[in-house]
Nanobody, 127 residues
Framework: QVQLAESGGGSVLAGGSLRLSCAAS????????MGWFRQAPGKERECVSI????????YYSQSVKGRFTISRDNAKNTVFLQMINLKPEDTAVYYC????????????????????WGQGTQVTVSS
């Protein structure tokens, strides 16, 4: 099992930047594919970005591509989401998620694909 704790959220003006972190406790972090999801009020939780176990393979939703960068440090059991040029429509609670997998690729884009979730961190972008 793994426990996840997000941090780094906050309130920024449009065009600003934030860096989210997700610290994982437990064993064998390198065996988990990781993802960042977000949920805005009244909307379903959606996939923002995912990363493979070794950090080589990444995916971004069209709405954040070119602005967000996902990365991970397996030595520190942490996954990051660097967000630049933030827009009001990025306002949401951001969650990190983990899925144990033997695969070195990450094709897990759906909420139901992930077994472990953090408590979420609020990101608010004002215009």
């Amino acid at each position: 099992q793994v426990q996840l704790a997000e941090s780094g959220g906050g309130s920024v003006l449009a065009g600003g930047s934030l860096r989210l972190s997700c610290a994982a406790s437990g064993r064998a972090f390198e065996m988990y594919a990781m993802g960042w999801f977000r949920q805005a009020p009244g909307k379903e939780r959606e996939c923002v970005s995912i990363i493979s176990r070794n950090g080589v393979e990444t995916y971004y939703s069209q709405s954040v591509k070119g602005r967000f960068t996902i990365s991970r440090d397996n030595a520190k059991n942490t996954v990051f989401l660097q967000m630049i040029n933030l827009k009001p429509e990025d306002t949401a609670v951001y969650y990190c998620a983990a899925r144990a997998t033997p695969s070195v690729t990450n094709k897990f884009f759906k909420v139901r694909d992930y077994d472990y979730w953090g408590q979420g961190t609020q990101v608010t972008v004002s215009s």
